[in-house]
């Protein structure tokens, strides 16, 4: 799946208003980090419980499944915690942790290749709310009667068609919110790269859900 | 272009929907707990995390374990590589001709006979423990003898085997 150059400049102003972006290491991060270097691990506690949602979130987002996300997160804390020393604080710790978290994400989905079996975490009850989601089942919506439960599921099954590097793209940036630069940095490509992907996974994405688009 | 990104508009309005998919209640307290649970289970030296840091410390080992975790035929290919390799040492090592080396000289002379009497023990016992002790006159010893053993003309080695007998002296 290659997707054209002319794609590439798609969206160039698609920023997420809360992208983290390349931000340098805060210094109380740095600190719990030389803390749980000398084996203080209520320090590496500390640094978990900073990043344990994001984390948790990103993968759960990636595999549609709770066990594996959970599995796969804790994984990912205690990998990181092992390779601490090789953390040289060039980019942000959360920055690193996330790195692990994907490609220990794409490896497990690597294996696993079509065996999907989902199992979704509940739905908020705000999102009943959200003035987004009820324009989505409003009158306007050619299915007004999916209710948000199934378009839960037609959502997550639409993901998981898309292939990994496409669905870890749209994961990162439209629904964790981060910038292109940082993606770029996680993926380990260029900005340019994730636009295209982020570009050509829409595309995917809404063929797949157009009976729920207007 | 503009129809695109309306319906983008929709699809990122759809994707907010993930925002809301929320684990179960209080999961997240007990989160960091296990992980640190885990972390100190590892610390305590069992092999797999011993194996896991020196697989995550150097990156080529990481790269081939990725390789064989993405291609398992790759995996069956390197352990059928590594079965070969050690089957051919063990037939190479069966194959070759060692001759037995007597460790201590004229030992096999003095068992190479039936010893009929204790004298003739004793006397075979004391020329081995000479050379035990002096290694290096035994052999300088035995070594002159059996060169001027050596036959001048006909080949070096006789090659042809003996049957053995074994003969157990009887009590008369």
């Given amino acids: 799946m290659t997707e054209p150059a002319s794609r590439e400049a798609a ?3 698609d920023e997420p208003a809360n992208g983290a972006g390349d931000t340098p290491v805060p210094v109380e991060e740095m600190v719990l980090v030389k803390r749980a270097l000398k084996g203080d691990l209520s320090a590496y506690d500390d640094l978990v419980r900073r990043y344990q949602e994001r984390i948790y979130a990103t993968i759960y987002h990636m595999t549609s499944n709770h066990e594996d996300a959970n599995d796969l997160a804790q994984e990912a804390f205690i990998k990181a915690f092992q390779a601490l020393r090789s953390f040289k604080g060039g980019s942000s710790f959360y920055t690193w942790v996330y790195r692990i978290a994907v490609n220990k994400t794409l490896n497990f989905l690597k294996q696993r ?8 975490d509940d739905l908020d009850f705000n999102a009943e709310h959200d003035p987004d989601l009820v324009a989505l089942i409003s009158d306007k919506t050619p299915r007004r009667e999916a209710g948000l439960a199934e378009l839960q599921e037609k959502l997550n099954a639409a993901m998981q068609k898309l292939s990994e590097p496409h669905r870890l793209v749209v994961t990162l940036h439209d629904v964790q919110g981060l910038s292109h630069e940082e993606i770029a940095k996680i993926v380990d490509c260029n900005a340019g790269t994730v636009r295209s992907r982020l570009f050509y996974a829409r595309q995917q994405l809404q063929a797949y859900l157009s009976d729920y688009l207007q | 272009m503009s129809q695109d990104t309306e319906n983008f508009e929709q ?3 759809l994707l907010k929907l993930k925002r809301y998919e929320q684990p179960p209640p209080r999961y997240f307290n007990d989160f960091s ?3 640190i649970a885990r972390v100190k289970r590892g610390e305590r030296g069992d092999g797999y995390a011993s194996v ?3 697989l995550w410390e150097a990156p080529w080992l990481q790269r081939i374990w990725a390789a064989f975790e993405a291609k398992p035929i790759l995996a069956g290919a390197f352990g059928l590589a590594v079965c070969a390799t050690l089957i051919t040492g063990v037939i190479y090592s069966e194959r070759t001709d060692l001759q037995p080396v007597a ?4 030992a096999e002379a003095s068992i190479s006979g039936p010893m009929d009497s204790p004298m003739e023990i004793a006397t075979a ?3 081995n423990r000479t050379a035990l002790i002096n290694p290096a006159a035994g052999l300088e010893g035995s070594l002159s003898n059996s060169l001027s053993a050596l036959p001048t003309d006909g080949p070096l080695f006789d090659l042809r085997a003996d049957p053995a007998s074994l003969t157990i002296p009887g009590p008369n």
């Fill in chain 2, 33 to 35: 707990s296990q992980v």
């Fill in chain 2, 125 to 127: 016992m004391a020329e």
């Fill in chain 2, 103 to 106: 460790l201590i000289p004229g």
């Fill in chain 1, 113 to 120: 290749k079509n065996k999907t079996h989902m199992s979704l």
């Fill in chain 2, 11 to 13: 699809l990122r309005r």
């Fill in chain 2, 52 to 54: 896991g840091r020196v």
């Fill in chain 1, 11 to 13: 969206n160039p102003s």
